[in-house]
């Protein structure tokens, strides 16, 4: 059930009568209805519900709730409520960008009220730039994650995540398509599901999950030593696309071209980071899941990788430049481990990230039977 409430602003775009027929439920709008106050008070109805959504959050109400004001029914609803509020802000780019919104904001976080976006794009007024409000499934994605089952609550999850860049010189380096969007899938989920997530990631255009402790890193050497260095853990995964090779000499200066000569590098085998998890004696994790990003022999090279690498499961893909599947949203995975081979369909980065944090989960309850 939704309750809707409009401040007056609201009011100016769009009809409490078509709010009320699109929820099929009484819009409130005014802080005194002597009617409502009998039926139900504002207090009563900032508590009723398990989660309030301020959608758009203007510069106006954020300021009006950062103060603590209550002048009309919804920000007196947001100052009385021992509810989470969750708000998607939308203003133009430099009201979201002033100190002051920032300000503003960073009181409400401290306070404990969450943010979804905004987003960076066109805005209504012209411009361009962060202010855009969050994509409506974006938002019901994040609801749909606040009432999700907590149930890796207290459990820590190292999870790696895009790709790692070697240099070559200060301006070039050896990187790969990895986008890092199945890595922030599987932390999202985790973290929904109230899990501590260590989230280490080579240079991406996303934002980190919300909620995690992020370690950015760029080279595989640095990865290492983030991994390592947030040990122990419960549970690791390892998603990222790690280089297997580094310039053994790399350049400070940036290499120059030169007539008649090309450049010649000599390679050095990056540490495998996985493996060395693996295999630690001390502090290895409880379950330790690699993937395996493969063009061909899909399966074998899966099933050699598991025994190599020494993890407890393997989630091969099919990276080949067809599939689309480094870079893109969908992916079509083969899980491995020592109980079996589990084919899955194509589906959505998001949805594999929710069957394989359940398999983890079960993983898990299945050790402490
Ligand atoms: N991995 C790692 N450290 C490395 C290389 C890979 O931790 N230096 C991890 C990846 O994060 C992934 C798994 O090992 O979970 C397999 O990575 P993949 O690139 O598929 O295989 P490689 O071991 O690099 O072998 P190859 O490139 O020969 O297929």
Redesign the pocket.
């Known amino acids: 059930m939704v309750t809707p409430v409009m401040t007056q602003s609201a009011e100016n775009f769009v009809t409490p009568m078509s709010v009320s027929a699109l929820s099929q439920e009484k819009v409130f709008n005014q802080l005194f209805d002597l009617t409502d106050e009998a039926e139900m008070g504002h207090i009563e109805l900032s508590r009723s519900a398990d989660l309030i959504i301020v959608v758009p959050a203007s510069a106006d109400f954020i300021a009006k709730t950062a103060t603590g004001q209550a002048n009309d029914l919804a920000s007196t609803i947001i100052l009385a409520t021992d509810t989470n509020v969750l708000m998607a802000p939308a203003m133009n780019v430099r009201m979201w960008e002033n100190p002051l919104t920032q300000k503003n904001v960073k009181t409400l976080d401290n306070n404990g009220i969450k943010f979804i976006g905004p987003n960076q794009g066109q805005m209504a007024c012209g411009e361009f730039g962060f202010g855009r409000m969050a994509e409506v499934d974006e938002i019901l994605e994040e609801i749909e994650l606040y009432f999700c089952d907590k149930k890796l609550h207290g459990l820590h999850f190292l999870v790696?995540s895009g790709p790692t860049r070697e240099p070559l010189d200060p301006v070039r380096f050896i990187g790969n398509r990895s986008s890092g969007l199945q890595g922030e899938a599987i932390a999202k989920e985790l973290i929904a599901k109230g899990a501590e997530v260590t989230f280490v990631t080579g240079p991406v255009d996303l934002e980190p999950p919300r909620g995690s402790n992020v370690i950015r890193v760029e080279t595989?050497d640095e990865m290492y030593d983030a991994v390592h260095s947030s040990l122990p853990a419960d549970v690791a995964i390892?998603?990222?696309?790690?280089a297997?090779w580094k310039i053994k000499n790399t350049n400070d200066q940036k290499l120059k071209k030169q007539t008649d000569k090309l450049p010649t590098f000599d390679l050095i085998e990056?540490?495998?980071?996985?493996?060395s998890v693996s295999k630690l004696k001390k502090n290895r994790p409880k379950f330790v899941m690699?993937?395996?990003?493969?063009t061909g022999n899909i399966l074998e090279?899966a099933k050699s990788?598991l025994k190599k690498?020494g993890c407890d499961c393997i989630v091969a893909n099919d990276v080949s430049l067809g599939t689309k599947t480094m870079g893109g949203n969908e992916n079509t995975a083969i899980i491995v481990s020592e109980f079996g081979i589990e084919k899955l369909p194509t589906m959505s980065k998001r949805a594999l990230a929710k069957i394989l944090v359940n398999k983890i989960s079960q993983s898990l309850e299945g050790m402490d039977d």
């Open positions: 790696t595989a390892f998603t990222a696309a790690v297997d990056n540490k495998d980071i996985l493996a690699g993937f395996a990003a493969e090279n990788k690498k």
